[in-house]
Nanobody
């Protein structure tokens, strides 16, 4: 079963906006989950972009706070990353990541999506 599916990446001009989506399976989303967006640019380490917990607490990379916003739509079991004022250095593959326990169990999981490419260029 595919657990996480990202979408919404593409080519955008500097200063533009994109919204990434991560659709999660219900067994993950309804559990005690931590949902994250991470990114990896060529030649660089993968880095945390944003995190949201099951109680709605959010965390952002310092350099991105104010431009990026993570949110949850519980009815759709989907996590979003709204990216505004995009810069060329935001170019990377963006990955959805979830870790926690399956709903109603103590069984832990850790899943990564396949990634979606974001390219910021004129």
């Amino acid at each position: 079963q595919v657990q996480l599916v990202e979408s919404g990446g593409g080519l955008v001009q500097p200063g533009g906006s994109l919204r990434l989506s991560c659709a999660a399976s219900g067994s993950i989303y309804r559990g005690n989950s931590i949902m994250e967006w991470n990114r990896q640019a060529p030649g660089k380490q993968r880095e945390l972009v944003a995190r949201i917990t099951s109680d709605g607490t959010t965390n952002y990379a310092d350099s991105l706070k104010g431009r990026f916003t993570i949110s949850r739509d519980n009815a759709k079991s989907t996590v979003y990353l709204q990216m505004n004022s995009l810069k060329p250095e935001d170019t990377a593959v963006y990955y959805c990541h979830s870790t926690g326990t399956f709903y109603g169990t103590a069984t832990r999981y850790d899943y990564w999506g396949q990634g979606t490419q974001v390219t910021v260029s004129s």
